[in-house]
């Protein structure tokens, strides 16, 4: 057997995030009538951040969450969680969607990391946080001029960051193929996602949140009034419901129009012996980004395991939840390149867990906001994998334009624009499936994939970004 499949022998196909913690009770199911100034719809971390931040600045609204299955269920507890001061998935997205606003955006990202970190403290919240900085480097030689170019943007807009050559690199981490790097030193960092949605859940809890799982959303309607949202034990009256249902789109068929199921896929190796630490160094212990078109991140956990990510898929009908992601055929390829990225490891360690899981992907890659029933319910999600820390900004800004209040956020063109629609099925699995082949080979064929991927970029989906 060769060693990427004998990596996978005993592999637990689940999240090792939720896998490796005591999970907290689950709260009863919404039976009958209810009523509430605020109606949150999903238990990640935007629903979460909406809820604690709405009773932080009101603490006597009266508050109500609906999750459909459990708290975390969704991708709150499956990231990589490398956070990010960006609240636009990068300064290069940034610049793409508003370039008017790079400034003002960035500086929105610093402000809510900040804001972030003083709630961790504030509520003595538990995560595994590790402040660290974010790493970002290029594979071979082809990357260089891209990883100088975000050097330039970090500088150009405030933030703490160097640049790393390739003997520098090796100083962070011992990978052969990486050639440059560029390292944001402050703000950044990794977090634990399954302890911070279960500590999210706790303090909303505690500020008076009224949290019911297992109780999804079945429809809504407007009654002039206030808006009425169905479940299966009974009904909710809301004078304003906020979504923040992400890649699901639940709340309104509109929502699916604008936002597309990707999946990404992760693998975590076992815990690495003290050996195995020094020959792959990382003493800083970053999150790392590469500049490849179909890009890998990886990261330690508390306990020196390594979290790879990387390979995205789509599935007809953006099916949320497939069986073949639960075997080890789709991690093939990405164990192959976690051992190309780590010839040291290969033969020699296992992977524990891998698991895959939809993204709300757009034409933005960033947050946006759908409005409805005259502005009364409101849409928060797309963040495109990078929403550990941007959740928080973008449920913040959603709750200021759902309450119709003037503030600098509400006035950027982020929050007052959409992304662009995606095409129907079947154009839109089509699409994806030459899509997804053309990143995939790209880098090692060229031909046809690269007008294809820029025709795809026309379209607004930046895929070589």
């Not at 900085?133 to 050097?151: I, K, M, P, Q």
């Not at 973008?394 to 982020?414: I, M, N, Q, S």
Request: charged share 25%; net charge neutral.
């Amino acid at each position: 057997m060769d060693p990427a499949r004998q990596s996978l022998a005993s592999t637990v196909f689940k999240t090792y995030w939720l896998d490796s913690i005591d999970l907290p009770l689950v709260t009863d199911s919404l039976v009958g009538e209810a009523t509430c100034e605020l109606l949150i719809v999903g238990g990640g971390f935007c629903g979460l951040w909406c809820a604690i931040q709405a009773k932080e600045q009101n603490p006597s609204r009266d508050v109500m969450l609906i999750e459909a299955r459990q708290i975390g269920n969704g991708a709150s507890a499956r990231p990589a969680a490398i956070m990010s001061t960006s609240v636009m998935h990068g300064i290069h997205n940034t610049e793409r969607n508003f370039p008017d606003d790079v400034e003002a955006l960035e500086e929105l990202g610093r402000e809510n990391m900040d804001e972030f970190r003083a709630a961790l403290e504030r509520y003595e919240i538990d995560c595994d946080v590790e402040w660290t900085g974010e790493l970002t480097v290029s594979v071979g030689d082809e990357g260089l001029e891209a990883l100088n170019h975000e050097l330039d943007l970090y500088l150009k807009y405030g933030h703490e960051a160097v640049g790393l050559d390739k003997e520098q690199i090796r100083d962070h981490i011992n990978s052969p193929i990486f050639h440059a790097g560029v390292w944001s030193r402050r703000r950044g960092g990794t977090v634990h996602p399954g302890k911070l949605v279960c500590e999210l859940k706790r303090v909303a809890i505690e500020l008076g949140v009224r949290v019911h799982e297992n109780t999804p959303h079945l429809s809504n309607r407007y009654s002039g009034s206030d808006i009425v949202v169905q479940v299966p034990g009974g009904s909710i009256h809301a004078e304003k419901v906020f979504l923040a249902t992400n890649a699901w789109g639940d709340g309104h068929p509109k929502i699916s129009r604008r936002v597309a199921a990707i999946r990404d896929r992760i693998l975590v190796t076992e815990p690495l012996t003290p050996e195995q630490i020094e020959s792959v160094g990382w003493k800083n212990r970053q999150g790392i980004y590469d500049t490849r078109t179909q890009l890998n991140y990886l990261r330690l956990t508390r306990d020196n395991r390594i979290l790879f990510g990387g390979r995205l898929a789509y599935f007809f009908g953006n099916h949320t939840d497939p069986e073949l992601d639960r075997t080890p055929e789709p991690y093939i390829r990405l164990a192959n390149a976690f051992f190309r990225t780590l010839p040291q490891l290969k033969g020699k360690i296992a992977f524990s867990h891998a698991w895959s899981g939809p993204i709300g992907l757009t034409t933005r890659m960033a947050v946006h906001y759908q409005r409805y029933h005259q502005g009364n319910m409101i849409y928060a999600g797309g963040y495109s994998g990078f929403g550990v820390t941007a959740t928080r900004f973008g449920a913040r800004v959603g709750l200021a334009l759902l309450d119709k209040r003037d503030t600098p956020e509400t006035r950027l063109a982020f929050a007052r624009t959409v992304p662009g629609y995606i095409p129907p099925e079947p154009f839109r699995w089509i699409g994806a499936q030459i899509t997804m082949y053309a990143v995939d080979t790209v880098d090692a064929k060229g031909g046809w994939r690269v007008p294809w991927l820029k025709f795809v970029e026309r379209l607004g989906f930046p895929v070589t970004s």
